[in-house]
């Protein structure tokens, strides 16, 4: 059975890229440092252990520069990880009680009263519902706490 929608992780090539000092969306090499422990990798959308290398970078995931091309910084694991496959089910980096899930449009501008902060276990959900709406193109996953980029859905 196809899911409706899809979770779709940063893309391997971009992953690679940074990984070999490509800049970031400020145009800074990436900052390499030690997880303590429980940072998402935008990758393989599963957890950077304590004591693996990872990356933070400023990162804009849109085509092209605009006023809703939000930037923000992630944390990327420092060695190659396998990118996230189970695109139908949630992805295990989502460990917070909830998130900022949005539709984004065509011109990948924010589709207004799409926004709002919905609790884990009800993103699919949310998700099918928003991309049941034909101006709505994709939607993000970001962090209700901080609006960081998680990840990006799709129609399935």
């Known amino acids: 059975m196809t899911s409706a929608i899809r979770f779709l992780p940063m893309p391997s090539a971009e992953a690679a890229a940074y990984r070999d000092g490509a800049p970031d969306a400020y145009g800074l090499v990436p900052e390499r440092r030690v997880s303590p422990g429980g940072y998402p990798c935008r990758h393989?959308?599963?957890?950077?252990?304590?004591?693996?290398?990872?990356?933070?970078?400023?990162?804009r995931p849109f085509?092209?520069?605009?006023?809703?091309?939000?930037?923000?910084?992630i944390f990327l694991h420092a060695e190659a990880c396998p990118q996230y496959e189970a695109t139908e089910v949630l992805p295990p980096m989502l460990g917070?009680?909830?998130?900022?899930?949005?539709?984004y449009g065509h011109d990948d501008r924010i589709v207004y009263g799409?926004?709002?902060?919905?609790?884990t276990e009800a993103i699919m959900a949310r998700a099918e519902v928003l991309l049941g709406n034909p101006d709505?193109?994709?939607?993000h996953v970001r962090s209700a706490r901080n609006n960081c980029y998680q990840c990006r859905i799709e129609r399935g």
């Open 44 to 59: 393989c959308l599963g957890e950077i252990a304590a004591g693996e290398a990872y990356l933070t970078l400023a990162y």
């Open 63 to 73: 085509p092209a520069l605009q006023p809703y091309a939000e930037t923000g910084p």
């Open 96 to 103: 917070s009680p909830d998130y900022i899930v949005r539709g």
């Open 114 to 119: 799409s926004g709002g902060v919905v609790a």
């Open 136 to 139: 709505i193109a994709y939607v």
